[in-house]
């Protein structure tokens, strides 16, 4: 495993991508059944995000992954819409960096996990993140989802420093592969996050087994 996850409650946080599910010939739901089937870690969490769907549609999704998250002790969660977290009693909500955090605080029962979205090495400096049980940090690398993504990346240096400066713990996303799991953990990210090395993967389950293979990332060096 990457690291005690008990600080955190997972070190792996998969989020999801219709377009680079289809690009593989799957839709969401059959990505995750596969990786579902596949794993039992609760150190592993799923981020269901989708931008372009409806409320109604992420809920059927969320609907069909939660008797299989239950029975795996994989952790649910839901971008956004934090009345489903609670309508399906999930795991908790991830919000985006523009949505405050204190009301949405307000509405969950207290060991929900609210995550927030930040961009950059000027983000973290928001007097509510503390309210948030932690915070994605991107892009680390060039986003393998964005191909066209013109962002500076923060790059290891850029992830050390956000650490040292942010209030909670930091979740390393963009471009993470199996191969750079141990370089953002020794900079001090407490998990990372994975979209397109997942979602668009001939076999999404094994490369998640890699990106939890302490062995896979020894062998990176």
Same mark, same amino acid.
């Given at each position: ?13 998969? *989020? ?7 690009? $593989? ?9 596969? +990786? ?18 409806? +409320?109604?549609? *992420? ?9 299989? &998250? ?10 956004? @819409? ?5 309508? @399906?009693?999930? $795991? #908790? ?7 405050? *955090? ?18 950059? &090495? ?6 509510? +993140?503390?309210?948030?049980? @932690?915070? &994605?940090?991107?892009p680390v690398y060039s986003?393998?989802? =964005?191909?066209?993504d013109q962002r500076n &990346?923060? #790059? ?10 942010? @209030? ?6 963009? #471009?993470?592969?199996? #191969?750079?799991?141990?370089?953002? *953990? ?27 293979? =302490? ?6 060096k």
């Amino acid at each position: 495993m990457i690291n005690n996850c008990s600080a955190l409650s997972f070190e792996l946080l998969l *989020i999801t991508d219709k377009a680079a599910c289809h690009r $593989a010939g799957r839709t969401v739901e059959q990505t995750l059944t596969s +990786i579902l089937n596949d794993i039992n870690s609760r150190c592993v969490a799923i981020l269901v995000r989708d931008k372009k769907a409806t +409320i109604s549609e *992420i809920a059927t999704l969320i609907s069909n992954l939660k008797p299989l &998250t239950d029975s795996t002790g994989v952790l649910l969660l839901v971008h956004s @819409y934090p009345q489903l977290a609670l309508e @399906y009693n999930l $795991a #908790g909500v991830h919000l985006s960096s523009t949505t405050a *955090i204190a009301p949405v605080r307000q509405q969950l029962p207290p060991e929900m996990l609210i995550g927030v979205s930040r961009h950059g &090495t000027d983000a973290l400096d928001q007097d509510d +993140i503390g309210l948030a049980n @932690y915070a &994605t940090i991107s892009p680390v690398y060039s986003p393998l989802s =964005k191909p066209d993504d013109q962002r500076n &990346t923060l #790059g290891l240096q850029g992830l050390r420093d956000s650490v040292k400066r942010s @209030y909670r713990p930091l979740v390393a996303l963009g #471009g993470i592969e199996p #191969g750079r799991v141990s370089d953002a *953990i020794a900079q001090g990210a407490k998990a990372v996050a994975v979209i397109g090395a997942v979602m668009g993967a001939e076999n999404p389950a094994s490369v998640v087994q890699l990106l939890l293979d =302490k062995d896979t990332h020894r062998a990176a060096k």
